[in-house]
């Protein structure tokens, strides 16, 4: 199984980016899915999740800015970043949960999933400038 991202790059703040997290080898309804970041010299941070069910949770950093979206019977999750703010600068990297727990998109945020029942992609670079 592997999770490819694609979609980052530099833009100036209030501009917008759209991330994409492909999954190859599985599918994503038997997946729980988040988005995580790490900014220079900060701990790693989930940002959002999607659960099987297609429920979604949002930090309240990015809570109203960021959307995770998925075309109709297509492959890629999107993460759609509007507004972005010069603190949103990073590494973005999706990741992804087989293991069905209890509200698991709050879960996965507070617990990024292990190499033994996870998958995580390569990261991609979001650089916002003021």
């Known amino acids: 199984v592997q999770l490819v991202e694609s979609g980052g790059g530099s833009v100036q703040s209030g501009g917008s980016l759209r991330l994409s997290c492909e999954v190859i080898?599985?599918?994503?309804?038997?997946?729980?899915m988040a988005w995580f970041r790490r900014a220079p010299g900060k701990e790693r941070e989930g940002i959002a999740s999607?659960?099987?069910?297609?429920?979604?949770l949002y930090a309240d950093s990015v809570k109203g800015r960021f959307t995770i979206s998925q075309d109709a019977d297509k492959n890629p999750r999107y993460l759609q970043m509007d507004n972005l703010k010069p603190e949103d600068t990073g590494t973005y990297y999706c990741?992804?949960?087989?293991?069905?727990?209890?509200?698991?998109?709050?879960?996965?945020?507070?617990?990024?999933?292990?190499?033994?029942?996870?998958?995580w992609g390569q990261g991609t670079q979001v650089t916002v400038s003021s």
């Open positions: 999607i659960g099987r069910d297609g429920s979604t």
């Open positions: 080898g599985y599918t994503w309804s038997r997946l729980c």
């Open positions: 990741a992804a949960d087989v293991t069905p727990v209890p509200n698991e998109i709050n879960w996965i945020l507070l617990h990024p999933p292990r190499p033994d029942w996870g998958y």
